[in-house]
């Protein structure tokens, strides 16, 4: 049974860092796809960084240079390192992941609250 959980949201100052984990259980990194993704109040939710299997990793031009995602396989989470946060960075983030890619089952976490204010 896949289960998501995020966790590592909270309140930060303009300009100031937040990580992100999102615990997989059931997925193999290796075969899957995993990512993060925003809903700010009133929109609709975003993509904002995803890692494939081997490594490979694309990013949301809005968080590009500040965000970093990852995966510790010894620990099975996805990571999200969130730098020189913005108002605008403020919203519900989730994990998703799709597992295995080939057979595209979807996956999501329940989500976490990221606010961005001083």
């Known amino acids: 049974q896949v289960q998501l959980v995020e966790s590592g949201g909270g309140l930060v100052q303009p300009g100031g860092s937040l990580r992100l984990s999102c615990a997989a259980s059931?997925?193999?990194?290796?075969?899957?796809?995993m990512g993060w993704y925003r809903q700010a109040p009133g929109e609709e939710r975003e993509w904002v960084a995803t890692?494939?299997?081997?490594?490979?990793?694309l990013y949301a031009d809005s968080v590009k240079g500040r965000f970093t995602i990852s995966t510790d396989n010894a620990k099975n989470t996805v990571n999200l390192q969130m730098g020189s946060l913005k108002a605008e960075d403020t919203a519900v983030y989730y994990c998703?992941?799709?597992?295995?890619?080939?057979?595209?089952?979807?996956?999501w976490g329940q989500g976490t609250q990221v606010t961005v204010s001083s």
């Open positions: 998703r992941a799709v597992s295995p890619i080939v057979a595209g089952n979807t996956y």
């Open positions: 059931g997925i193999v990194f290796s075969s899957s796809s």
């Open positions: 890692v494939v299997g081997s490594g490979f990793t």
